[in-house]
T-cell receptor, first 110, second 115 residues
Framework: DVKVTQSSRYLVKRTGEKVFLECVQD?????MFWYRQDPGLGLRLIYF???????EKGDIPEGYSVSREKKERFSLILESASTNQTSMYLC?????????FGNGTRLTVT | GDSVTQMEGPVTLSEEAFLTINCTYT??????LFWYVQYPGEGLQLLLK?????DKGSNKGFEATYRKETTSFHLEKGSVQVSDSAVYFC??????????????FGKGTHLIIQP
């Protein structure tokens, strides 16, 4: 079974802090994704990566950046956290179309 | 761009009732179609998928048929259980930059099953 692990289930950060969300997958998948999930808005793609050091913007990249230095790890970075980034963040990896998700990180920015 | 529309709910049913969650899509090509389920406090899990027209995906008593003529992929189950209470997401495949296989999701349908 594919395992996608997100390092934190819950995080509370202050406005203006730099925040790192970490995601690791164990199946050697090329593609990795970061989504945020908000009530009434569903899942929205923030960034994705199709190979090491390769990244592309999704639908809502503003205020975020990503890093993929190793194939198994994909990090989401909030350069200066704001209250409107309070959300559930979901990481996923994929091979041949099906996405495999982690359990999510619920981030609260106060 | 490609998009997915599904009923948002919440949908509330009694145990053993018949379930239908509607999903329609707009796509330029011939995408694969998926249903994902999210149980409380967890990430999304793949429930079933279909890769071409008239294919039927099935899993855990749930079924959905890829209907190209109506651009639909409705999720059905003959007799729901309390344990089926969850949020269900319809999705279609989409090629992203670099050839990455991504998904476009509907907004999710919250299903509540009462004993």
């Amino acid at each position: 079974d594919v395992k996608v692990t997100q390092s934190s289930r819950y995080l509370v950060k202050r406005t203006g802090e730099k925040v790192f969300l970490e995601c690791v997958q164990d199946m050697d998948h090329e593609n990795m994704f970061w989504y945020r999930q908000d009530p009434g808005l569903g899942l929205r793609l923030i960034y994705f990566s199709y190979d090491v050091k390769m990244k592309e913007k999704g639908d809502i990249p503003e205020g975020y950046s990503v890093s993929r230095e190793k194939k198994e790890r994909f990090s989401l970075i909030l350069e200066s956290a704001s209250t409107n980034q309070t959300s559930m963040y979901l990481c996923a990896s994929s091979l041949r179309g099906s996405l495999h998700f982690g359990n999510g990180t619920r981030l609260t920015v106060t | 761009g490609d998009s997915v529309t599904q009923m948002e709910g919440p949908v509330t049913l009694s145990e053993e009732a018949f379930l239908t969650i509607n999903c329609t899509y707009t796509a330029t090509g011939y995408p694969s179609l998926f249903w994902y389920v999210q149980y409380p406090g967890e990430g999304l899990q793949l429930l079933l998928k279909a890769t071409k027209a008239d294919d039927k995906g099935s899993n855990k008593g749930f079924e959905a048929t890829y209907r190209k003529e109506t651009t639909s992929f409705h999720l059905e189950k003959g007799s729901v259980q309390v344990s089926d209470s969850a949020v269900y997401f319809c999705a279609l495949s989409e090629k992203k930059g670099g050839g990455a296989d991504g998904l476009t999701f509907g907004k999710g349908t919250h299903l509540i099953i009462q004993p």
